[in-house]
């Protein structure tokens, strides 16, 4: 270990109760060397120091004070020989501290009153029956004080400027004139005074005054703009209330101080709770208290709380942030860790969701922009136990929220629970720096926190902690130590890489698998924790172990873990009277599981199953019922089911080959295991009042049961026998379970379940932050056991409809469920899948798949078919399987496709044509019965669509092809090396825009498939699908996929090769996508400003559109409508000059007439054009002859419709210049083109024969013509 890290230097403010006795040691060992020291302070008493009259004057007045009794200060300390004093013993008193010196009783002075005087202060009766009030007209001078002697001169007139002489004789003149006629006015008049002449002066210049007026004798005070208080005169106050009373006779109490003795007033009350307003734009700053509640601004809180303090607000109870980061750095070793303890549970509460509705702002975020990451690390280096164990906790809270893995630790049990969650965030930008080495900490953690940690060397410094708090007391240092394991568990979360880079820290890793995975069993000591088997520490290697075989391996490989574990299993069932107080079985167990579904450590496993298993499970089971036997039952069953994966993948693997598995674990080891899940689960069944998971070891005996018959069926062992377990399991367990009270309380309960996502978190550090457990993990194991049991026996789903008569009752709760998903999963486009709705996913599949059996002759709800395909987009990288058993569902179903829908398939089209002729000759129908005959060819075209989409997206990924659909097994048995045991926590499996297929990567890559029959195929299939779920309304196109993108996906079919759109099939379903986005008016409501999903930007798309209809589209008339579409007026200007001036000579291509235009063509005229540059580009191309009326009729209507507008539009004074001049064109060249010419002044609308005109011009249009020819 570095010496930097195992000697830290000392504190630098402060001085720590360690450095004191370090610094008595040293002074006891130099008192006994008898060295004289280096330095001496010698006295001088005699020398005589000049000293102003003001010190004299003092000195003269506190001449009668015995030194020996005071603590006076002096400015200048004279030594004096106190040899011969005698030295008094102090009394021995009852009190803990001296009691406060006090004038005497007070009782009588309310009876007191002075002459002359209408009310007297406490003090003044004091000294008035005291005797030391000699005249109450010195009393009266408290009122009007003497002017001559009291009121000093100006201290920012100095006179300087009138010579020495003469300015401070001029000054006093003034002086004296200012006390004459201060004199002359009373008090109420100085007071009027004094208030013009507040309200006369600047502020800032007030200001000045006060800060000038060093002595606080003229101190002006003011409240709301000038309202005049009080009047400070002399050295008194009128109408001064102390706080406290003061007696004469206690030392320095002459002068008084008021500002200083407001502190010790009471406290106002709590003001009224402030709000977002004018004078607070930003909101107020949140105060809490110590344990992270949120304070009330209006709650009277005693003081005695300790939540008050000398801020801006003292009278508001607890501490803002802002404060909390002040006290964090404190040289006071109290206030530190009360500061970094109250960060603490601040953090978790946030964790927690506690501040969600009461904080404007997420409060995670802005911590760690505040820069808590540093702070809690400088904190982790004090040498102090108290700082740094508060810095770990702080760390722990921050970024691994404790109830994110509570509920992972509750769901791993479920049926595929096996997967972890990998929290990466977003892959590091570097800006302009060349690799992440050049970011600095700060850049780093902007945009990902877990890395800043890698790179503050922390994991020295834990090795560094470790190893100092094994020397400490085993009850302070329990929860440190676990809290250290939390952060190494999030930091093993964050990525493959992490993992790795943890593994290879050598220090690290060989402390933690020595002291906290011992080889050698020790007899467990209470509170002890090194040296013995610690859950967390086994957690921790369940999760660098999740990320790949090899890992697991290495891991095994290095520290022997086959044999560590083996030992303690071993001692675990040896002493078996202590079973209910061991924690650390459940979690050894659960990583040898996650050892045997990467392949390793099953034969060590299954040796162990006759001699150690299965006694401890008939332990088990004695003791039932209790928590933590349920929990250690819940692991084995988990760890039986990873095992029956395991074999059955082995067999079917190796079945072929000529390998000797003799001394392999085969299913013979695992047969008997029947009968023992079925005996622990139908201990789930009773009713007891222990606080046991019965629902959960439910759950995992229902899932492992149906793991056990899909095993012996992929084997084909016995088959015969596989009836019999179904129906012993029918009547013995799931039937009973179907009539157990919990099970329709969590039906009941589903409504109210879905899986959220945190509003909370940071983009830098991703969470989970589900509030609590769902019922969907008993309900997949439900469905999941229902669905093997419909395939073994056929008789069951017509017979029972057992899911049927549960959920589908009157009142349905699932219907209702299902409706709130299918809004949630297309409430937005940019909507991240929280990490635990991929149960809701499995749930969802299977209970459709079920009720799709139990109703074979009767049609499901279009709903069902729509919650499905909304799901592909949602799935979670990992769930291959699962995606490729809904497509074969919905795409094979071809009933659903063949409904008829009258209003769907009804044509709205503005059309009149019948056809439409290409560029290629050919002639594309356009009617409503061609679209329909199109629609159905598309269907029976489905199940090879099947192949198609399940090959693009790579979902084909099964080592076997299973004749029982499961997802729990098909997750698991996969060809691909690189198999993992975790998926990103939000990273979906296909895009949004699915069902376009390929287009989307050809259109950013036409070349990258070559081959152009294969490329057609692409095309079409594509083509196909999506015109199917057009036709049908299809929801995940309507709320999944931008208008925008639906039609540049589409329109963007012209970009795949030069000859592709004279393909008659492919010309065929171009003309019937336009008119079903005519007929949803969906033309008219592109976002022409925004992007395309998973594209480009849309100017670009269409820049490339119009590049391609400049190179190879001959004047094709259905490429000509795809074009025009974004030249209408309601869409940006820049697309109209991009084709009309930009790439003007596309413009003689565009031949298409009113008629052909396939949407409405009232768009293209309405709104009037108001850009300029296009108005004189029109009037451009109009009299140079690039547009004809007999060439491009379309076009040229367009260019003189709004030329007209143009010209006879009245309002637009600041063009009538371009509008004179256009119209002194147009005369010019009437005598080459008349009709040009009549046709652009007499123009009257548009219709799809051709321009209007007026056979004679309005009135009111004839003025304004001669008027701009004037």
Known sequence: MDNDLRVRPKPKFGISDDAEDEMLQYQELFQRSNLQPSAQVVREPTIKRQQSNENEDRKKKHSNVDLTQTTVMRPHIIERDVSTTPIQLPKLVSDSFPRAKHRGGEDDLDKITLPNVKKASLFAKQMYRDGKLKACKELEQTKRPAMNQEISCSSLLTGIGLGEVTGERELQR?????????????????????????????????????KRNKKGEDIIRTVDKGNVEKMDVGNETVSTQLPIDIDSRWIHMDSIEYEKLEWIKDLPKPSVQRTVDDSHPEGVPARFDFKGNLMSRTVDVPVTAALHHHGEEPEAAGYTLEELFHLSRSTVLQQRVLALQTLSNIIRQAHAGIYDIELQLPLIPKLIEAGILFLIRWAMDEQIEAIYMIAIECLANLIAPKKD?????????????????????????LGDKKSESDLTDIEILEQDLVKCLFRMNLFKRIVYLFDRMKLLSPLTILNPVKNTFHILIRMARHSMTSANQIFEERELMDFIIREFIPEIIIPKEEGHIYEHLLPEALKFCRILASHGSTLAYNLINRYELHQRLTNHLVAAVNLSLSLQDNTTLSELLSLWRIFILHGHMANEFGSLIPTIILPLCRMCIQQMPHLIISKILIQLITLFDALIVYITKFILKHQKSSEDSTNVINWSHIHGLFDLILTIAKQTLIETDEKIDLEALRTTCLSCLASFLIGQQLLTINLLDLPTKVRQIRFQLFEPILRLKSTKQLI??????????????SANLPTLTQRN??????????????????QIDKSLPDSSKFISQLMLTKDSEIVVYIKKMLNKLTSSVTRKTPWFEQYEHIFLFHFVQIIHQEKSTHDLPSIYYEILLT????????????????????????????????????????????????????????????????????????????????????????????????????????????FKL?????????????????????????????????????????????????????IILYKMVTKTTRFAMIAGIYLLGSDVFLEKNVADYLVAFLNCFNEQNLLQKLETRTSIQSLMTFFDFYRLLVDQYEACSFGDVLYSNYLLVPLQQIYDVQLRKHVWIEHSTILKYLRLKPDQILFSLETFFIPYENDPDLIRYYAQVLLNGTIRKTIQPLLYMIAVHHLNVFLYDQTRTEQSDLQRNIMKNLQMASRNDKMLYDEIVYYKTFSRDGPVIFESLPLIRINWFQKLLQ
Not at 409 to 421: A, N
Not at 896 to 903: A, D, G, L, P, V
């Open 773 to 790: 457990t769902s019922p969907f993990g008993f309900l997949i194991a439900l469905l999941r056991f229902t669905n093997i049991m419909y």
């Open 405 to 429: 893995e509570e509920i992972l630790s509750k769901t791993m049990h479920w049926p595929c629970g096996y997967y972890e969650p990998v929290l990466t965030p977003a892959e590091i930008q």
């Open 871 to 978: 799901l592909l987009p949602s799935l979670l990288k990992g769930y291959h399987y699962l995606a490729q058993e809904i497509l074969k569902f919905v795409l094979f179903d071809l009933s659903f496709w063949k409904r008829s829908n009258e209003i769907e398939l009804a044509d709205l089209s503005l059309v009149t044509n019948e056809s439409l002729c290409l560029a290629s000759n050919e002639s594309i129908k356009i009617s409503p019965s061609h679209r329909t005959i199109l629609y159905e060819r598309a269907v029976e075209h489905l199940p090879s669509l099947y192949t198609y989409y399940k090959n693009i997206f790579h979902i084909n990924r099964s080592s076997i092809d299973l004749n029982i659909c499961d997802i729990h097994f098909g997750n698991l048995l996969q060809i691909d090396d690189s």
């Open 982 to 1034: 975790n998926i990103h926590y939000s990273q979906t499996l296909i895009d949004l825009t699915w069902p376009y297929g390929l287009l989307s990567s050809l259109y950013t890559n036409v070349f990258s498939i070559a081959d152009n029959d294969k490329r057609l195929d692409i095309i079409m299939n594509t083509l196909r699908f999506v015109y199917i779920l057009e036709m049908k309304n299809n």
């Open 174 to 210: 003034i002086h004296d004139e200012n006390i004459d006629r201060l004199k002359s006015m009373d008090e109420k008049e100085i007071l009027d005074e004094k208030e013009k002449l507040l309200n006369s002066l600047d502020p800032k210049l007030i200001a000045f005054i006060r």
């Open 748 to 761: 009941e309960s589903i409504k109210f379940e879905t899986a959220i996502t945190s509003t909370n978190t």
